[in-house]
Protein backbone atom coordinates (compact mmCIF):
# COMPACT_ATOMS: atom_id res chain seq x y z
CA UNK A 1 0.00 0.00 0.00
CA UNK A 2 2.92 2.12 0.76
CA UNK A 3 4.81 1.58 -2.19
CA UNK A 4 1.36 2.47 -4.36
CA UNK A 5 0.86 5.88 -2.38
CA UNK A 6 4.57 6.89 -3.25
CA UNK A 7 4.14 6.30 -6.25
CA UNK A 8 1.04 8.02 -6.96
CA UNK A 9 2.94 10.53 -5.51
CA UNK A 10 5.90 10.82 -7.47
CA UNK A 11 3.72 10.97 -10.68
CA UNK A 12 1.63 13.43 -9.10
CA UNK A 13 4.89 15.80 -8.78
CA UNK A 14 5.63 14.74 -12.60
CA UNK A 15 2.68 16.06 -14.14
CA UNK A 16 3.00 18.91 -11.99
CA UNK A 17 6.35 19.64 -13.09
CA UNK A 18 5.72 18.99 -16.76
CA UNK A 19 2.68 21.70 -16.48
CA UNK A 20 4.62 24.26 -14.82
CA UNK A 21 7.22 24.02 -17.42
CA UNK A 22 4.33 23.89 -20.05
CA UNK A 23 2.86 27.23 -18.70
CA UNK A 24 6.43 29.01 -18.86
CA UNK A 25 7.40 28.07 -22.50
CA UNK A 26 3.59 29.30 -23.20
CA UNK A 27 4.57 32.64 -21.63
CA UNK A 28 7.92 32.77 -23.47
CA UNK A 29 6.16 32.71 -26.49
CA UNK A 30 3.68 35.34 -25.57
CA UNK A 31 5.30 38.63 -26.97
CA UNK A 32 4.71 42.27 -25.38
CA UNK A 33 1.87 44.44 -27.49
CA UNK A 34 4.77 46.93 -27.73
CA UNK A 35 7.39 46.20 -30.10
CA UNK A 36 9.28 49.37 -29.98
CA UNK A 37 9.89 52.14 -27.14
CA UNK A 38 12.34 55.33 -27.63
CA UNK A 39 12.70 58.06 -25.69
CA UNK A 40 14.66 61.51 -25.86
CA UNK A 41 17.18 61.45 -23.11
CA UNK A 42 17.58 65.13 -22.30
CA UNK A 43 14.97 68.42 -22.53
CA UNK A 44 15.48 72.07 -22.11
CA UNK A 45 12.30 73.96 -22.98
CA UNK A 46 13.98 77.39 -22.77
CA UNK A 47 17.00 76.50 -25.28
CA UNK A 48 15.38 77.55 -28.63
CA UNK A 49 17.06 74.11 -30.07
CA UNK A 50 16.02 70.91 -31.01
CA UNK A 51 16.10 69.52 -27.75
CA UNK A 52 13.68 72.14 -26.48
CA UNK A 53 10.96 69.11 -26.91
CA UNK A 54 11.16 65.33 -25.84
CA UNK A 55 9.40 62.44 -27.72
CA UNK A 56 8.40 59.54 -26.78
CA UNK A 57 8.24 56.78 -29.95
CA UNK A 58 6.29 53.77 -29.54
CA UNK A 59 5.33 50.97 -31.96
CA UNK A 60 2.36 48.25 -31.31
CA UNK A 61 2.16 44.79 -32.55
CA UNK A 62 -1.98 44.87 -32.33
CA UNK A 63 -4.04 48.04 -32.46
CA UNK A 64 -5.04 49.37 -29.02
CA UNK A 65 -5.86 53.02 -27.64
CA UNK A 66 -3.18 54.43 -25.76
CA UNK A 67 -2.69 56.84 -22.88
CA UNK A 68 0.79 58.20 -22.07
CA UNK A 69 1.93 60.29 -19.21
CA UNK A 70 4.75 62.07 -17.88
CA UNK A 71 5.99 60.95 -14.09
CA UNK A 72 8.50 62.57 -11.89
CA UNK A 73 11.16 60.74 -10.16
CA UNK A 74 8.71 59.95 -7.29
CA UNK A 75 6.60 58.51 -10.25
CA UNK A 76 3.70 60.94 -9.09
CA UNK A 77 1.99 62.64 -12.51
CA UNK A 78 3.28 65.38 -14.61
CA UNK A 79 2.01 66.22 -17.83
CA UNK A 80 -0.49 63.67 -20.08
CA UNK A 81 0.45 63.55 -23.43
CA UNK A 82 -2.36 61.34 -24.98
CA UNK A 83 -5.64 60.25 -23.22
CA UNK A 84 -7.16 57.20 -25.64
CA UNK A 85 -5.54 57.67 -28.83
CA UNK A 86 -5.84 54.90 -31.07
CA UNK A 87 -2.67 53.95 -32.37
CA UNK A 88 -2.55 51.07 -35.68
CA UNK A 89 0.17 48.04 -35.51
CA UNK A 90 3.73 48.29 -36.81
CA UNK A 91 3.98 52.03 -37.03
CA UNK A 92 5.97 54.42 -35.05
CA UNK A 93 3.98 57.15 -33.23
CA UNK A 94 5.40 59.82 -31.61
CA UNK A 95 4.16 61.33 -28.46
CA UNK A 96 5.75 64.61 -27.50
CA UNK A 97 6.22 66.77 -24.44
CA UNK A 98 7.25 70.36 -23.91
CA UNK A 99 8.55 70.36 -20.93
CA UNK A 100 5.32 71.89 -18.91
CA UNK A 101 3.56 71.11 -16.75
CA UNK A 102 -0.38 69.80 -16.56
CA UNK A 103 -0.59 73.65 -15.72
CA UNK A 104 1.70 74.57 -18.06
CA UNK A 105 4.10 75.89 -15.71
CA UNK A 106 7.54 74.57 -16.77
CA UNK A 107 8.36 71.38 -15.13
CA UNK A 108 11.46 71.63 -12.56
CA UNK A 109 15.03 70.65 -13.45
CA UNK A 110 15.47 66.50 -12.65
CA UNK A 111 14.55 63.22 -13.65
CA UNK A 112 11.21 62.39 -15.52
CA UNK A 113 9.75 58.80 -16.74
CA UNK A 114 6.89 57.75 -18.78
CA UNK A 115 3.79 55.74 -18.56
CA UNK A 116 2.13 53.90 -21.48
CA UNK A 117 -1.11 52.31 -20.66
CA UNK A 118 -2.89 50.04 -23.54
CA UNK A 119 -6.63 49.97 -22.86
CA UNK A 120 -7.01 46.42 -24.61
CA UNK A 121 -4.33 44.60 -23.37
CA UNK A 122 -5.16 46.30 -19.97
CA UNK A 123 -1.63 46.81 -18.50
CA UNK A 124 0.32 50.30 -17.64
CA UNK A 125 3.84 49.87 -18.70
CA UNK A 126 6.34 52.28 -16.37
CA UNK A 127 9.65 53.01 -18.66
CA UNK A 128 12.90 53.50 -16.52
CA UNK A 129 13.87 55.44 -19.60
CA UNK A 130 14.93 58.69 -18.35
CA UNK A 131 14.08 62.26 -18.86
CA UNK A 132 16.86 64.66 -17.51
CA UNK A 133 15.28 67.88 -17.55
CA UNK A 134 17.73 70.57 -17.93
CA UNK A 135 17.40 74.29 -18.11
CA UNK A 136 20.76 75.93 -16.64
CA UNK A 137 22.93 77.06 -19.05
CA UNK A 138 26.92 75.94 -18.38
CA UNK A 139 29.15 78.21 -16.69
CA UNK A 140 32.37 79.35 -17.89
CA UNK A 141 34.43 79.60 -14.60
CA UNK A 142 37.26 81.19 -15.11
CA UNK A 143 38.95 83.63 -18.21
CA UNK A 144 40.18 81.12 -20.79
CA UNK A 145 44.04 81.12 -21.23
CA UNK A 146 46.54 80.47 -24.14
CA UNK A 147 50.12 79.21 -23.77
CA UNK A 148 51.31 81.60 -25.90
CA UNK A 149 49.89 84.53 -26.98
CA UNK A 150 51.09 85.21 -30.26
CA UNK A 151 49.83 82.28 -32.73
CA UNK A 152 52.40 82.31 -35.76
CA UNK A 153 49.67 81.22 -38.19
CA UNK A 154 50.53 78.55 -41.24
CA UNK A 155 49.98 74.96 -42.39
CA UNK A 156 49.84 72.92 -38.93
CA UNK A 157 50.24 75.51 -36.78
CA UNK A 158 46.98 76.73 -34.26
CA UNK A 159 47.24 78.04 -30.74
CA UNK A 160 45.69 75.49 -27.88
CA UNK A 161 42.69 77.95 -25.92
CA UNK A 162 42.06 76.46 -21.87
CA UNK A 163 38.98 76.36 -20.52
CA UNK A 164 37.37 75.24 -17.52
CA UNK A 165 33.00 75.20 -17.56
CA UNK A 166 30.54 74.38 -14.45
CA UNK A 167 29.64 70.71 -16.22
CA UNK A 168 30.31 68.97 -19.67
CA UNK A 169 29.80 71.07 -22.41
CA UNK A 170 31.00 71.48 -26.35
CA UNK A 171 33.14 74.56 -25.76
CA UNK A 172 32.11 77.32 -28.18
CA UNK A 173 34.55 80.20 -29.41
CA UNK A 174 33.06 83.12 -31.02
CA UNK A 175 34.76 85.95 -33.32
CA UNK A 176 33.06 89.23 -33.69
CA UNK A 177 30.12 87.38 -32.56
CA UNK A 178 30.43 84.71 -35.35
CA UNK A 179 30.55 81.51 -33.83
CA UNK A 180 33.95 79.76 -35.33
CA UNK A 181 34.45 76.94 -33.10
CA UNK A 182 32.54 74.10 -31.50
CA UNK A 183 34.70 71.79 -29.46
CA UNK A 184 34.33 68.29 -27.74
CA UNK A 185 31.71 67.57 -24.63
CA UNK A 186 34.03 67.84 -21.89
CA UNK A 187 33.88 70.01 -18.45
CA UNK A 188 37.40 71.44 -18.88
CA UNK A 189 39.39 70.72 -21.59
CA UNK A 190 40.97 73.32 -24.66
CA UNK A 191 40.26 73.92 -28.16
CA UNK A 192 42.77 74.76 -30.90
CA UNK A 193 42.36 77.84 -33.46
CA UNK A 194 44.46 78.02 -36.70
CA UNK A 195 43.58 81.76 -36.83
CA UNK A 196 41.15 81.29 -39.51
CA UNK A 197 37.46 82.23 -39.74
CA UNK A 198 35.46 80.05 -42.07
CA UNK A 199 38.23 78.06 -43.42
CA UNK A 200 39.81 81.21 -44.51
CA UNK A 201 43.24 82.86 -42.83
CA UNK A 202 42.74 85.72 -41.18
CA UNK A 203 45.27 88.91 -41.76
CA UNK A 204 48.29 89.54 -39.00
CA UNK A 205 46.76 91.72 -36.00
CA UNK A 206 45.21 90.97 -32.57
CA UNK A 207 42.14 89.18 -32.50
CA UNK A 208 39.75 88.94 -29.15
CA UNK A 209 37.62 85.69 -29.09
CA UNK A 210 34.79 85.09 -26.59
CA UNK A 211 34.45 81.35 -24.83
CA UNK A 212 31.06 80.11 -24.36
CA UNK A 213 29.78 76.31 -23.81
CA UNK A 214 26.42 74.37 -25.00
CA UNK A 215 25.43 71.41 -22.65
CA UNK A 216 24.22 68.07 -24.00
CA UNK A 217 20.61 69.46 -23.10
CA UNK A 218 21.24 72.68 -25.46
CA UNK A 219 21.41 75.29 -23.61
CA UNK A 220 23.97 78.10 -24.41
CA UNK A 221 26.01 80.44 -22.53
CA UNK A 222 24.36 83.88 -22.76
CA UNK A 223 26.54 86.41 -24.71
CA UNK A 224 27.20 88.47 -21.96
CA UNK A 225 28.02 85.97 -19.54
CA UNK A 226 31.36 84.40 -21.99
CA UNK A 227 34.77 85.09 -21.41
CA UNK A 228 37.26 86.63 -23.34
CA UNK A 229 40.93 85.67 -24.38
CA UNK A 230 43.10 88.17 -26.33
CA UNK A 231 45.08 85.85 -29.64
CA UNK A 232 47.77 87.89 -31.35
CA UNK A 233 48.13 86.50 -35.10
CA UNK A 234 51.56 86.60 -36.94
CA UNK A 235 52.77 84.90 -40.24
CA UNK A 236 55.98 85.72 -39.78
CA UNK A 237 58.04 86.81 -36.24
CA UNK A 238 61.19 88.38 -36.25
CA UNK A 239 63.33 88.57 -33.58
CA UNK A 240 64.69 91.49 -32.04
CA UNK A 241 62.61 93.69 -33.42
CA UNK A 242 65.50 96.15 -33.44
CA UNK A 243 68.62 96.30 -34.21
CA UNK A 244 71.61 98.48 -33.99
CA UNK A 245 74.90 98.34 -36.38
CA UNK A 246 77.89 100.04 -37.28
CA UNK A 247 77.77 101.00 -41.25
CA UNK A 248 78.78 97.93 -43.55
CA UNK A 249 78.95 95.83 -40.12
CA UNK A 250 76.96 92.04 -40.36
CA UNK A 251 74.10 91.72 -38.19
CA UNK A 252 71.56 88.36 -37.45
CA UNK A 253 68.17 88.30 -37.13
CA UNK A 254 66.13 85.39 -36.10
CA UNK A 255 63.16 84.67 -38.51
CA UNK A 256 60.49 82.24 -37.50
CA UNK A 257 57.44 81.51 -40.29
CA UNK A 258 55.70 78.46 -41.55
CA UNK A 259 56.54 78.80 -44.96
CA UNK A 260 59.97 76.91 -45.95
CA UNK A 261 60.80 79.94 -47.75
CA UNK A 262 61.34 83.73 -47.48
CA UNK A 263 61.96 87.23 -49.19
CA UNK A 264 63.75 89.76 -47.44
CA UNK A 265 64.23 93.46 -48.21
CA UNK A 266 66.86 96.23 -46.86
CA UNK A 267 67.51 99.24 -48.75
CA UNK A 268 67.77 98.84 -51.81
CA UNK A 269 69.27 95.08 -51.16
CA UNK A 270 66.79 92.34 -51.34
CA UNK A 271 67.01 88.30 -51.79
CA UNK A 272 64.97 85.08 -51.03
CA UNK A 273 66.48 82.62 -48.32
CA UNK A 274 65.97 79.56 -46.24
CA UNK A 275 65.98 78.63 -42.03
CA UNK A 276 65.66 80.94 -39.44
CA UNK A 277 68.95 82.43 -39.53
CA UNK A 278 69.17 85.46 -42.08
CA UNK A 279 72.77 87.22 -41.82
CA UNK A 280 72.74 90.41 -43.31
CA UNK A 281 75.50 92.97 -44.29
CA UNK A 282 74.03 96.60 -42.73
CA UNK A 283 74.06 99.85 -45.63
CA UNK A 284 77.13 101.99 -45.25
CA UNK A 285 74.92 105.20 -45.08
CA UNK A 286 74.00 105.41 -41.49
CA UNK A 287 70.50 105.95 -40.48
CA UNK A 288 67.63 103.91 -40.03
CA UNK A 289 65.92 101.75 -42.27
CA UNK A 290 63.75 99.14 -42.38
CA UNK A 291 63.88 95.30 -42.43
CA UNK A 292 60.99 93.38 -44.73
CA UNK A 293 60.49 90.44 -44.61
CA UNK A 294 57.96 88.35 -46.76
CA UNK A 295 56.39 84.95 -46.79
CA UNK A 296 53.24 84.10 -48.73
CA UNK A 297 52.09 87.08 -48.82
CA UNK A 298 52.66 88.12 -45.18
CA UNK A 299 55.00 90.26 -44.07
CA UNK A 300 57.06 91.81 -41.23
CA UNK A 301 59.18 94.23 -40.05
CA UNK A 302 62.03 95.24 -38.21
CA UNK A 303 63.93 98.60 -37.57
CA UNK A 304 67.96 98.87 -38.32
CA UNK A 305 69.41 101.79 -37.17
CA UNK A 306 72.95 102.05 -38.57
CA UNK A 307 75.72 104.37 -36.88
CA UNK A 308 78.54 105.69 -38.67
CA UNK A 309 82.08 104.16 -38.28
Not at 79 to 103: C, D, E, I, K, Y
Not at 173 to 192: M, N
Amino acid sequence: MQRVLTSVTLLGLLVATAAAFAITEHLKEIKSPLSGVKVSKVLSPVCHCPTAEATVSIKLRHTDHVTVTIVDSAYDKVATLASGVRVPPHQVQPFVWNGRTAAGAVAPDGVYHTEVHLAHARHTYKFTNKIVMDTKAPEVLAPPSVEKPVLLAGPGRSIAIHYDFSEPAHALVYLGGRRIIVGRSTKSHRVKWAGTRGGLPLRAGTYVLSVGARDPAGNETPASERKRVKVVVRYVELTPGRVTVRSGRSFKVHVTTAEKRYTWRLGQRHGSRRGSSLRLRAPTTPGTYRLLVRADGHAQTAVVRVSGR
